[in-house]
């Protein structure tokens, strides 16, 4: 199993709508958890940061399951602007190493 | 405050040329990253540095070398460019550890640098 684990997407989704992503990891002595959010041709920039169940901010909301070992994001009422890649960012083994998964690609049309 | 640069944006080497990228950071930070991004692979850790004056590998580090000779400056080396070196770079620093409980594991993105080794 990889250390950290996205579905690619892409998700395509009308402007307004619900969407979440899961994100998997396999080190369970992990403690904190982050999600990027990546323009496309631009660099990562922190979205969220989880560290104990979950986290909200304005129309996102990250969730953490520890007993299933996945984290998710949702994002309400979706913006043509919230169209990019989304990174989980998870430390691996016993250090503080980032591991990135390779990211979700969300889709806002009109 | 321009928080994290890297020079140069683009670069076209031949295969077994050498280069070396910068990364600079004004922000005082103790930890630097260099990573790579390959599509459909997301980034990987080449090598980190968790204060001036040491290295440690990444998950890719073979072929590339690195220095932290000063707190503020991160460099990565390609003694002999490879094809399958050609990638877009980035580099990134954080205050402290990452993912630190209770600590912002925030890592600050440079804007990358685009390789291309033919």
């Known amino acids: 199993r990889k250390e950290v684990e996205q579905d690619p997407g892409p998700f395509n989704v009308p402007e307004g709508a619900t969407v979440a992503f899961n994100c998997t990891y396999s080190?369970?002595?992990?403690?904190?958890f982050f999600w990027y959010r990546q323009d496309c041709r631009k660099e990562p920039k922190l979205l969220m940061s989880?560290?104990?169940s979950g986290n909200e901010d304005g129309r996102f909301t990250a969730q953490l399951n520890r007993a299933s070992q996945y984290i998710s994001l949702l994002i309400r009422d979706s913006k043509l602007s919230d169209s990019a890649t989304y990174l989980c960012?998870?430390?691996?083994?016993?250090?503080?190493?980032?591991?990135f998964g390779r990211g979700t690609s969300l889709i806002v049309h009109p | 405050n321009a928080g994290v640069t890297q020079t140069p944006k683009f670069r076209v080497l031949k295969t077994g040329q050498s280069m070396t990228l910068l990364c600079a950071q004004d922000?005082?930070?103790?930890?630097m990253y260099w990573y790579r991004q390959d599509p459909g692979m997301g980034l990987r850790l080449i090598h980190y540095?968790?204060?001036?004056?040491?290295?440690a590998k990444g998950e890719v580090p073979d072929g590339y070398n690195v220095s932290r000779l000063k707190k503020q400056n991160f460099l990565l080396g390609l003694e002999s460019a490879a094809p399958s070196q050609t990638s877009v770079y980035f580099c990134?620093?954080?205050?402290?550890?990452?993912?630190?409980?209770?600590?912002?594991?925030?890592?600050?993105f440079g804007p990358g640098t685009r390789l291309t080794v033919t």
């Open positions: 990134a620093s954080s205050r402290g550890p990452f993912g630190l409980a209770g600590e912002r594991g925030e890592q600050y």
């Open positions: 080190n369970s002595a992990s403690q904190s």
């Open positions: 989880v560290y104990s």
């Open positions: 960012v998870v430390p691996s083994g016993g250090s503080y190493i980032p591991t």
């Open positions: 922000m005082n930070h103790e930890y």
């Open positions: 540095s968790v204060g001036e004056g040491t290295t």
